[in-house]
């Protein structure tokens, strides 16, 4: 499909987000299950469910933009989720796995604010500002588990791993 201007590259870049929290949504539990720390299997729990809320409210914004709910392969989350995959299956110390699922939950949160944090322009500067608040409201949740994930990492996992 061409893309003639702004608000076509937001609604294609919107469809491919819809696909990638679909991704997320199959992958969080395969990450939590391999997680050792309490609090980093609870923070993967605790992502799982914001994440479907994540596509509930992408499908809300679809329906504000009178688009049909359906996304388009994101090629680079199919990457970053194989990543982490690899990860999972990674032959090494408990600890150091879990820093290594940090590191691959963290490229997925990294890759999730560009993301919103475009479409989020995108929707203010073609003037669709009640999606706008929308997807700011996700923003900010993407990037609060990215902190979380700092403080999993920098209070525990990270110093039981250098140990």
Wanted: glycine share 6%; net charge negative.
């Amino acid at each position: 499909m061409p893309v003639n201007n702004l608000d076509e590259l937001f609604r294609e870049e919107l469809k491919d987000l819809f696909d990638a929290e679909k991704q997320l949504v199959k992958a969080l539990p395969k990450m939590a299950k391999a997680a050792t720390s309490p609090e980093l299997k609870a923070a993967f729990t605790d992502h799982l469910e914001v994440t479907k809320g994540h596509v509930e409210r992408l499908k809300q914004i679809f329906e504000e933009l009178g688009m049909p709910a359906r996304g388009k392969e994101c090629k680079a989350m199919k990457g970053l989720v194989e990543e982490g995959g690899e990860m999972i299956h990674e032959d090494a110390e408990d600890h150091v796995k879990d820093a290594g699922l940090i590191v691959a939950a963290q490229k997925v949160e990294h890759y999730e604010i560009a993301g919103y944090g475009s479409l989020r322009t995108w929707a203010e500067t073609v003037g669709h500002t009640k999606v706008a608040q929308l997807l700011a409201k996700t923003l900010a949740e993407e990037e609060e588990a990215d902190i979380k994930l700092t403080e999993i990492a920098e209070n525990t996992v990270n110093q039981e791993a250098a140990a």
